[in-house]
Protein backbone atom coordinates (compact mmCIF):
# COMPACT_ATOMS: atom_id res chain seq x y z
CA UNK A 1 0.00 0.00 0.00
CA UNK A 2 1.68 3.24 -0.77
CA UNK A 3 2.15 5.46 1.92
CA UNK A 4 2.98 9.19 2.32
CA UNK A 5 4.11 11.08 5.23
CA UNK A 6 2.10 14.74 6.08
CA UNK A 7 4.22 17.02 8.32
CA UNK A 8 2.15 18.69 10.71
CA UNK A 9 3.84 22.41 12.06
CA UNK A 10 5.28 21.18 15.30
CA UNK A 11 6.21 17.79 13.70
CA UNK A 12 8.94 19.19 11.15
CA UNK A 13 12.15 17.75 12.58
CA UNK A 14 11.36 14.16 13.64
CA UNK A 15 9.08 13.83 9.84
CA UNK A 16 12.54 14.76 8.40
CA UNK A 17 14.50 12.46 9.80
CA UNK A 18 11.64 9.79 10.03
CA UNK A 19 11.25 10.17 6.10
CA UNK A 20 15.00 9.65 6.12
CA UNK A 21 14.77 6.62 7.77
CA UNK A 22 11.72 5.06 6.14
CA UNK A 23 12.65 6.14 2.67
CA UNK A 24 8.92 7.59 2.55
CA UNK A 25 7.99 10.76 0.53
CA UNK A 26 6.95 13.97 2.52
CA UNK A 27 3.64 15.03 0.78
CA UNK A 28 3.15 18.36 -0.11
CA UNK A 29 0.64 20.56 2.55
CA UNK A 30 0.13 24.14 2.94
CA UNK A 31 -0.64 25.01 6.79
CA UNK A 32 -1.20 28.68 7.58
CA UNK A 33 -3.60 30.73 9.46
CA UNK A 34 -6.20 33.43 8.59
CA UNK A 35 -6.04 36.86 10.06
CA UNK A 36 -8.85 36.29 13.17
CA UNK A 37 -6.49 32.94 14.27
CA UNK A 38 -8.50 30.26 12.56
CA UNK A 39 -6.20 27.86 11.05
CA UNK A 40 -6.05 26.90 6.87
CA UNK A 41 -4.96 23.11 5.93
CA UNK A 42 -4.93 22.09 2.15
CA UNK A 43 -2.99 19.31 1.25
CA UNK A 44 -1.14 20.07 -2.54
CA UNK A 45 -0.80 16.64 -2.96
CA UNK A 46 -3.07 13.15 -3.65
CA UNK A 47 -3.33 11.69 -0.69
CA UNK A 48 -5.91 9.02 -2.36
CA UNK A 49 -5.46 5.10 -1.62
CA UNK A 50 -2.67 6.09 0.50
CA UNK A 51 -2.02 5.37 4.12
CA UNK A 52 -0.72 8.71 5.37
CA UNK A 53 1.71 9.21 8.68
CA UNK A 54 0.41 12.32 10.01
CA UNK A 55 3.22 14.03 12.29
CA UNK A 56 2.42 16.09 14.79
CA UNK A 57 3.69 17.32 18.48
CA UNK A 58 0.94 18.41 20.96
CA UNK A 59 3.61 20.84 21.75
CA UNK A 60 4.44 24.79 21.82
CA UNK A 61 0.87 25.96 21.70
CA UNK A 62 -1.05 22.23 22.09
CA UNK A 63 -4.63 23.89 21.25
CA UNK A 64 -3.80 24.61 17.76
CA UNK A 65 -1.53 21.73 17.18
CA UNK A 66 -4.16 19.64 18.19
CA UNK A 67 -6.94 21.17 15.89
CA UNK A 68 -4.57 21.35 13.34
CA UNK A 69 -4.15 17.54 13.59
CA UNK A 70 -7.78 17.09 13.50
CA UNK A 71 -8.75 18.83 10.78
CA UNK A 72 -5.51 17.37 8.54
CA UNK A 73 -6.39 14.24 9.77
CA UNK A 74 -10.42 14.50 9.13
CA UNK A 75 -9.34 16.04 5.32
CA UNK A 76 -7.09 13.44 4.41
CA UNK A 77 -10.06 10.91 5.46
CA UNK A 78 -12.34 12.82 2.94
CA UNK A 79 -9.75 12.99 0.24
CA UNK A 80 -9.84 9.29 0.37
CA UNK A 81 -6.59 8.13 2.05
CA UNK A 82 -7.02 5.00 3.20
CA UNK A 83 -5.56 5.36 7.00
CA UNK A 84 -4.01 7.81 8.97
CA UNK A 85 -1.67 6.70 11.64
CA UNK A 86 -1.23 9.54 13.97
CA UNK A 87 2.78 10.01 14.74
CA UNK A 88 3.01 12.18 17.58
CA UNK A 89 5.96 12.28 18.99
CA UNK A 90 4.69 14.13 21.99
CA UNK A 91 1.21 13.33 23.46
CA UNK A 92 -0.10 16.40 25.48
CA UNK A 93 -3.12 16.66 27.39
CA UNK A 94 -1.91 13.55 29.35
CA UNK A 95 -1.43 14.94 32.62
CA UNK A 96 -4.54 15.85 33.71
CA UNK A 97 -5.35 11.94 33.52
CA UNK A 98 -8.26 12.35 36.08
CA UNK A 99 -10.72 14.29 38.16
CA UNK A 100 -8.77 16.25 40.85
CA UNK A 101 -11.38 18.29 41.95
CA UNK A 102 -14.69 18.51 41.76
CA UNK A 103 -16.00 19.79 38.21
CA UNK A 104 -13.04 19.40 36.73
CA UNK A 105 -12.94 18.07 32.84
CA UNK A 106 -10.64 14.69 32.41
CA UNK A 107 -8.99 15.88 29.62
CA UNK A 108 -6.65 12.86 28.89
CA UNK A 109 -9.96 11.09 28.24
CA UNK A 110 -11.95 13.81 26.05
CA UNK A 111 -8.62 14.16 24.10
CA UNK A 112 -8.30 10.81 23.56
CA UNK A 113 -11.37 10.98 22.07
CA UNK A 114 -10.93 13.57 19.50
CA UNK A 115 -8.42 11.59 18.06
CA UNK A 116 -10.23 8.39 18.28
CA UNK A 117 -12.21 10.18 15.73
CA UNK A 118 -9.91 11.44 13.19
CA UNK A 119 -7.05 8.43 13.09
CA UNK A 120 -6.76 5.06 12.61
CA UNK A 121 -4.00 4.57 14.90
CA UNK A 122 -1.84 6.69 17.06
CA UNK A 123 2.03 6.12 17.87
CA UNK A 124 3.34 8.30 20.90
CA UNK A 125 6.51 8.25 23.11
CA UNK A 126 6.47 8.08 26.76
CA UNK A 127 3.26 9.21 27.04
CA UNK A 128 2.23 10.22 30.76
CA UNK A 129 0.74 7.07 32.02
CA UNK A 130 0.62 7.17 35.74
CA UNK A 131 -3.25 6.96 37.13
CA UNK A 132 -4.11 5.66 33.20
CA UNK A 133 -2.13 2.47 32.89
CA UNK A 134 -2.85 1.98 29.18
CA UNK A 135 -3.26 4.30 26.55
CA UNK A 136 -5.67 1.71 25.10
CA UNK A 137 -8.15 2.58 28.32
CA UNK A 138 -9.32 5.51 26.98
CA UNK A 139 -8.08 5.40 23.08
CA UNK A 140 -10.99 3.91 20.96
CA UNK A 141 -8.39 3.30 17.86
CA UNK A 142 -5.06 1.35 18.34
CA UNK A 143 -2.29 3.31 20.11
CA UNK A 144 1.33 2.74 20.83
CA UNK A 145 3.04 4.31 23.36
CA UNK A 146 7.09 4.02 22.47
CA UNK A 147 9.79 4.13 25.00
CA UNK A 148 12.70 6.11 24.50
CA UNK A 149 14.75 4.57 27.24
CA UNK A 150 17.35 3.01 24.86
CA UNK A 151 18.90 5.97 23.35
CA UNK A 152 18.73 7.79 26.79
CA UNK A 153 20.51 5.12 28.01
CA UNK A 154 22.83 5.01 24.90
CA UNK A 155 23.59 8.86 25.19
CA UNK A 156 24.36 8.34 28.96
CA UNK A 157 26.60 5.46 28.66
CA UNK A 158 28.59 7.77 26.20
CA UNK A 159 28.58 10.87 28.01
CA UNK A 160 29.04 9.06 31.78
CA UNK A 161 30.88 6.77 33.65
CA UNK A 162 29.28 4.34 35.57
CA UNK A 163 32.33 4.89 38.06
CA UNK A 164 31.68 8.34 39.40
CA UNK A 165 27.59 9.42 37.90
CA UNK A 166 24.46 8.61 39.90
CA UNK A 167 21.16 8.08 37.70
CA UNK A 168 18.37 10.32 39.66
CA UNK A 169 14.61 10.57 39.52
CA UNK A 170 13.00 13.27 40.79
CA UNK A 171 9.26 11.64 42.18
CA UNK A 172 8.08 8.24 41.86
CA UNK A 173 6.95 8.45 38.53
CA UNK A 174 10.26 9.13 36.98
CA UNK A 175 11.40 5.52 38.22
CA UNK A 176 10.16 3.89 35.02
CA UNK A 177 12.45 5.82 33.35
CA UNK A 178 15.54 6.65 35.52
CA UNK A 179 15.55 3.25 37.61
CA UNK A 180 14.87 1.56 34.04
CA UNK A 181 17.49 2.69 31.82
CA UNK A 182 20.05 2.94 35.01
CA UNK A 183 19.86 -0.59 35.59
CA UNK A 184 20.54 -1.03 31.91
CA UNK A 185 23.60 -0.14 31.50
CA UNK A 186 24.43 -0.28 35.23
CA UNK A 187 24.07 2.88 36.54
CA UNK A 188 23.64 3.20 40.60
CA UNK A 189 20.65 5.44 40.86
CA UNK A 190 17.86 6.65 43.01
CA UNK A 191 15.05 8.10 42.99
CA UNK A 192 13.64 11.45 45.23
CA UNK A 193 10.55 12.55 46.77
CA UNK A 194 8.01 15.03 45.30
CA UNK A 195 4.60 16.69 46.82
CA UNK A 196 3.41 19.33 44.65
CA UNK A 197 1.54 21.97 45.75
CA UNK A 198 0.32 23.65 42.55
CA UNK A 199 1.54 23.87 38.91
CA UNK A 200 4.12 26.35 39.72
CA UNK A 201 4.82 25.03 43.04
CA UNK A 202 6.63 21.62 44.03
CA UNK A 203 8.64 20.44 47.04
CA UNK A 204 11.40 17.57 46.70
CA UNK A 205 13.31 15.46 48.97
CA UNK A 206 16.26 13.21 49.12
CA UNK A 207 14.12 9.95 50.03
CA UNK A 208 17.34 7.88 50.08
CA UNK A 209 20.60 9.14 51.10
CA UNK A 210 23.93 7.95 48.68
CA UNK A 211 27.43 8.47 49.19
CA UNK A 212 26.85 11.54 47.00
CA UNK A 213 30.09 13.64 47.58
CA UNK A 214 32.27 13.99 44.72
CA UNK A 215 30.13 12.06 42.37
CA UNK A 216 28.25 13.51 38.95
CA UNK A 217 24.37 13.19 39.35
CA UNK A 218 22.28 12.45 36.21
CA UNK A 219 18.46 13.78 36.43
CA UNK A 220 16.13 11.80 33.93
CA UNK A 221 12.54 12.76 34.16
CA UNK A 222 9.45 12.15 31.58
CA UNK A 223 8.52 16.10 31.10
CA UNK A 224 9.94 19.76 31.92
CA UNK A 225 7.07 22.19 31.96
CA UNK A 226 7.69 24.69 34.34
CA UNK A 227 11.38 23.36 35.32
CA UNK A 228 10.10 22.98 38.84
CA UNK A 229 10.72 19.83 39.60
CA UNK A 230 14.06 20.12 38.06
CA UNK A 231 15.31 22.96 39.63
CA UNK A 232 14.39 21.44 42.70
CA UNK A 233 15.86 18.32 42.45
CA UNK A 234 18.87 19.78 41.32
CA UNK A 235 19.03 21.92 44.55
CA UNK A 236 18.11 18.53 46.97
CA UNK A 237 21.21 16.61 45.46
CA UNK A 238 23.71 20.00 45.10
CA UNK A 239 23.11 20.87 48.86
CA UNK A 240 24.85 16.70 48.88
CA UNK A 241 27.92 18.17 47.83
CA UNK A 242 27.91 16.35 44.59
CA UNK A 243 30.28 17.52 41.68
CA UNK A 244 28.24 18.02 38.36
CA UNK A 245 24.34 17.82 37.85
CA UNK A 246 23.18 17.28 34.33
CA UNK A 247 19.59 16.99 33.58
CA UNK A 248 17.39 15.00 30.74
CA UNK A 249 14.06 14.81 29.54
CA UNK A 250 12.05 12.98 27.27
CA UNK A 251 9.77 15.82 26.62
CA UNK A 252 10.97 19.50 26.11
CA UNK A 253 7.78 21.35 27.12
CA UNK A 254 10.14 24.05 28.54
CA UNK A 255 6.89 26.62 29.09
CA UNK A 256 7.52 29.84 30.42
CA UNK A 257 11.77 30.42 32.10
CA UNK A 258 11.75 26.75 32.50
CA UNK A 259 15.68 26.44 30.78
CA UNK A 260 16.48 29.63 32.63
CA UNK A 261 15.33 28.32 36.16
CA UNK A 262 17.27 25.20 35.73
CA UNK A 263 20.21 26.56 34.96
CA UNK A 264 19.96 29.10 37.55
CA UNK A 265 19.78 26.12 40.16
CA UNK A 266 22.96 24.92 38.68
CA UNK A 267 23.03 22.12 35.80
CA UNK A 268 25.74 21.58 34.14
CA UNK A 269 24.06 20.73 30.67
CA UNK A 270 20.35 19.63 29.79
CA UNK A 271 19.50 17.65 27.04
CA UNK A 272 15.97 16.15 25.41
CA UNK A 273 14.82 13.94 22.96
CA UNK A 274 13.71 15.10 19.88
CA UNK A 275 9.67 14.69 20.85
CA UNK A 276 9.40 18.07 20.70
CA UNK A 277 11.35 20.65 18.85
CA UNK A 278 13.29 22.54 20.93
CA UNK A 279 17.51 23.92 21.59
CA UNK A 280 17.90 21.08 24.33
CA UNK A 281 17.38 18.20 21.77
CA UNK A 282 20.19 16.06 21.77
CA UNK A 283 18.98 12.54 21.76
CA UNK A 284 17.37 11.34 18.41
CA UNK A 285 14.36 8.62 19.46
CA UNK A 286 13.31 8.75 15.34
CA UNK A 287 15.34 5.42 15.04
CA UNK A 288 12.93 3.83 17.34
CA UNK A 289 9.48 5.04 15.95
CA UNK A 290 11.20 4.05 12.14
CA UNK A 291 11.72 0.65 13.57
CA UNK A 292 8.15 0.01 14.64
CA UNK A 293 6.38 1.34 11.24
CA UNK A 294 8.77 -0.91 9.13
C1 LIG B 1 5.13 14.64 36.62
O1 LIG B 1 4.63 13.63 37.06
C2 LIG B 1 6.07 14.62 35.48
O2 LIG B 1 6.76 13.42 35.46
C3 LIG B 1 7.05 15.80 35.53
O3 LIG B 1 7.85 15.67 36.69
C4 LIG B 1 6.31 17.10 35.56
O4 LIG B 1 5.39 17.16 34.53
C5 LIG B 1 7.28 18.26 35.44
O5 LIG B 1 6.55 19.43 35.53
P1 LIG B 1 7.23 20.80 35.93
O6 LIG B 1 8.41 21.01 35.04
O7 LIG B 1 6.15 21.81 35.70
O8 LIG B 1 7.61 20.72 37.37
Not at 6 to 26: C, D, N, R, T
Request: hydrophobic share 40%; aromatic share 8%; net charge positive.
Amino acid sequence: MPKAIAVLSKGKGFAAKLSGKLGIKKLPLKLDVFPDGELYVRFLGSVKGKTIYMVQSLSGAPNNALLELFLAARTAKELGAKKVFGILPYLGYMRQDKRFKAGECFSAKEVAWLLSNCLDRLYTFDAHLHRIKSLNKIFRIPAKNLSSAKPIAAYIKKKFSSKNTVIVGPDIESSQWAAKIAKSIGFESTILRKKRFHSRKVKVHVHKELEWKGKNVVIVDDIVSSGHTMAEAIKAVKKRGVKEVHCICIHAVFSEDALRKIRKAGAKSIASCNTIPHATNKIDVSGEMAEELR
